[in-house]
T-cell receptor, first 115, second 113 residues
Framework: DTEVTQTPKHLVMGMTNKKSLKCEQHMGHRAMYWYKQKAKKPPELMFVYSYEKLSINESVPSRFSPECPNSSLLNLHLHALQPEDSALYLC??????????????FGPGTRLLVL | AQRVTQPEKLLSVFKGAPVELKCNYSYSGSPELFWYVQYSRQRLQLLLRHISRESIKGFTADLNKGETSFHLKKPFAQEEDSAMYYCALKIGMIKAAGNKLTFGGGTRVLVKP
């Protein structure tokens, strides 16, 4: 399996809901990432996990809570989101974090709408 | 802080014509540059890395440290090249920066028949 998969494809949630996004890869990659992409904008990094530990948090609000239960799985828990959090959430993985010219492999994204 | 600029939001060319997508970056150290592409209804994927000096799908890109540029070129555009292209910068070999990619704003390429 050489792909990053993300579920669900689409998600609609209210501002009081709690939901989770899921990302999975079976390429043996040890680094996983969450990005947020607003319409007509480039992806913006949110979190980086290296060997299942959080290594970068780009000052993301606490209503977004990442979790890496094992080396293949990355979750993003959502709680009390705002309408401006509506976006495409992309997951990516790479073999390592620190290696030069490391390629990141992206999932198809989860399109989130917060009402 | 590092920054990537893609001055053209949209490039429209005819099939068979050359296409050049501009990318400029600001970073005083040793950068790592990439081009990522997103075709319609497909995921974002790597097109080129500067260190590889390779040609992928007829595209090449040369890192010019003097001009802080990493322009993407193809001599003869094809209709299947229509896509969104992102230039991305990773600060090289600084562990604290991890594998953090900073993307440019993107250039949409439309190749007309």
């Amino acid at each position: 399996d050489t792909e990053v998969t993300q579920t669900p494809k689409h998600l609609v949630m209210g501002m009081t809901n709690k939901k989770s996004l899921k990302c999975e890869q079976h390429m043996g990659h040890r680094a996983m990432y969450w990005y947020k992409q607003k319409a007509k904008k480039p992806p913006e990094l949110m979190f980086v996990y290296s060997y299942e530990k959080l290594s970068i948090n780009e000052s993301v609000p606490s209503r977004f809570s990442p979790e890496c239960p094992n080396s293949s799985l990355l979750n993003l828990h959502l709680h009390a989101l705002q309408p401006e959090d509506s976006a495409l959430y992309l997951c990516a993985s790479s073999q390592e974090v620190w290696r030069a010219q490391e390629t990141q492999y992206f999932g198809p994204g989860t399109r989130l709408l917060v009402l | 802080a590092q920054r990537v600029t893609q001055p053209e939001k949209l490039l429209s060319v005819f099939k068979g014509a050359p296409v050049e997508l501009k990318c400029n970056y600001s970073y005083s150290g040793s950068p790592e540059l990439f081009w990522y592409v997103q075709y319609s209804r497909q995921r974002l994927q790597l097109l080129l890395r500067h260190i590889s000096r390779e040609s992928i799908k007829g595209f090449t890109a040369d890192l010019n440290k003097g001009e802080t540029s990493f322009h993407l070129k193809k001599p003869f555009a094809q209709e299947e090249d229509s896509a969104m292209y992102y230039c991305a910068l990773k600060i090289g070999m600084i562990k604290a920066a991890g594998n953090k990619l900073t993307f440019g704003g993107g250039t949409r390429v439309l190749v007309k028949p």
